[in-house]
């Protein structure tokens, strides 16, 4: 599926001159299996954005692609098992936003733990990761690489409840927190720096 600045959600999104205007209108038909490739712009989404398990969403790129939500406090994706996300910039959520999350309403069984990839984060207060092990089952693990994150005075990864995540090349930058680890959660990390943050 595609979406893209020129779109319109009344199209069915199967091609590139037929793209949905919204990543919403592309969720709401995406089921296991698809693709949504999002064309570069600003999208000012109604999030939280519920992504399907093993749906991935591929930006154009993580400079040119940026995802938003029209409510700054409300987490901007909401993952499950298996799900990919690439080549995107969230920006502008606080707190207690997230840029990805396990749902509110539970993530059920990960066997194959999301998988964020090449974006960023940027915003004040918000957080770029939350792993909430008591919204999911299994794994409660999420995958993440090559992940900037310039949240100034928010949390970089914030992992908890027996959650679990695997970091490669994050990068925080400003955050009051880069990685949290609480009440269970944990983590292993490679290649990574945090920056001129307070923890």
């Known amino acids: ?33 698809t693709t949504i490739f999002v064309k570069s712009g600003t999208y000012v989404e109604n999030c939280p954005l519920s992504v399907p398990a093993n749906v991935s969403i591929v930006g154009d790129n993580a400079r040119t692609t940026t995802i938003k939500s029209s409510i700054s406090t409300n987490d901007i994706l909401h993952v499950r098992n298996a799900c990919y996300v690439t080549g995107v ?27 964020i990839y090449n974006c960023s984060s940027v915003t004040t207060t918000g957080t770029g990761i939350r792993v909430d092990g008591s919204k999911a089952d299994g794994g409660r693990s999420m995958v993440s690489a090559n992940f900037t994150q310039i949240n100034a005075g928010g949390i970089g990864v914030h992992i908890l409840h027996r959650g679990f995540a695997q ?21 292993d990390m490679g290649n990574s720096n945090s920056s001129f943050g307070d923890y």
Do not use: M, W
Request: charged share 10%; hydrophobic share 40%.
């Open 167 to 187: 970091l490669v090349s994050i990068f925080t930058l400003f955050c009051s927190v880069g990685v949290l680890c609480e009440s269970g959660g944990q983590c």
């Open 1 to 33: 599926l595609y979406v893209s600045k020129s779109g319109n959600d009344s199209y069915d999104g199967k091609t590139i001159g037929r793209s949905f205007l919204t990543l919403q209108a592309a969720l709401a038909v995406a089921t296991s299996g």
């Open 89 to 115: 910039t969230f920006r502008d959520h606080v707190y207690p936003a997230a840029a990805v999350a396990f749902p509110t309403s539970g993530a059920g069984v990960i066997t194959s733990s999301p998988y």
